[in-house]
């Protein structure tokens, strides 16, 4: 996730120079993709809309990848904070600063996200009937009528108050995100960029009953993170204030381990943290930035993709009338690779060409250039 465009060329030895890219982030950008992955493959038990014959503790790798399916719908709200913490260290400047308009700033994120949803959008309409023709009910989510697909069509799916469960189920969170970078650009650009509005935003959003309050207040936490970050970038305390951030995330699980707080009021404080610690410089050999930067990439592409695949597989299995063998280590390491591969090739192949297409037709010049600076985000 570049942040500036190296200059020069890059010298033969076996790291890299000391570089503003976020590679830490790109970590835990995978690892909440992944926990996401994990966490929904249950969806391979599912009769309908429920899970039936389904004994979590005896999945395979559960000793492996225990917090994953049992805490891996927490990484859409990694993800919520990641995001905010990208969009803050990119961009509250620019906006505040009006070298970022509307438009361009429209461009920048229907490029990235629009492509590949409205492909997998299409992917699971096409699929859904046949499951439907096959069984009499859908395949995990069961509204996919026209009534359904149009917000779908337009990102708005979870607008409301309640989920809507359709399609491509895992996109709400990005039609709930779509809200929130509405209200992050306009905040900037005619309120104020204070980091006294995330914290009001927080404590708005802290009881908020739909979607969209969580996903402000990860959001605004994530900022909290990217404007800590930079505020110490030249401070003479750094050193002594990311120490104390790192035992606060060494220490923290320790304290919610043996005192049973609140997840939710754990995950909003403590994952800030996270990201300040991890959004560190960091010098790694050129192939492990490359792993970490590939790694980065593919999580969108693996979030949109993996329920299509899991309804093509359910298809397979149906045509051949054989149940899905949902508990077998074979058929779950295979369906990760196929996933994981498969978003690898998404990305280098369709996301990042869509991207670079429709910025280049609807961008001026001066959007080109920042969004080949920015074409990870």
Known sequence: MPLTSPKGTMPKTSTTPPTEKLLGLEALRFFAAFAVLIW??????????????FVRNQLPFYGLFYPFYEAGVYGVWLFWCIS?????????????????????FFVFRL???????????????????????????????????????????????????????????????ISVEVLVYAVFFLTLRFATKSPLANVIVIAICVNANAQIGPCLAFFYAGGLAAI?????????????????????????????????????????????????????????????????????????????LHFPIQILIALGFSIVRRPIPFYDDLFFASFVAVTLLASYLTYRYFEAPAQALIRSHLSSNQGRQLGQVQSRL
């Not at 929904?40 to 014959?53: I, K, L, R």
């Not at 905010?84 to 361009?104: E, H, L, Q």
């Not at 490029?111 to 096959?134: D, E, G, N």
């Open 40 to 53: 929904h493959y249950q969806h391979f038990s599912y009769v309908a809309d429920t899970p039936v014959d």
């Open 84 to 104: 905010g913490f990208i969009f803050f260290w990119k961009y509250r400047d620019a906006i505040s600063g009006r070298t970022v308009g509307g438009w361009k």
């Open 111 to 173: 490029s990235r996200l629009y492509p590949l949803h409205l492909v997998t959008l299409l992917m699971v309409a096409l699929m859904q009937p046949i499951y439907f023709y096959l069984h009499g009910f859908f395949f995990v989510y069961q509204n996919n009528d026209v009534q359904h697909f149009i917000p779908q069509l337009f990102m708005a799916s979870d607008w409301g108050l309640l989920r809507s469960n359709s399609f491509n189920g895992p996109i709400w969170s």
């Open 228 to 304: 800590g970050r930079r505020a110490i970038a030249r401070s003479p305390f750094r050193l002594p204030i990311e120490t104390a951030a790192w035992c606060a995330v060494a220490a923290v699980p320790v304290s919610i381990w043996m005192f049973s707080l609140d997840s939710w009021i754990f995950l909003l404080f403590y994952t800030p943290i996270l990201l300040f610690c991890f959004s560190g410089q960091m010098v790694l050999s050129l192939p492990s930035q490359r792993l970490l930067e590939a790694a980065g990439n593919m999580t969108y592409s693996s979030y949109l």
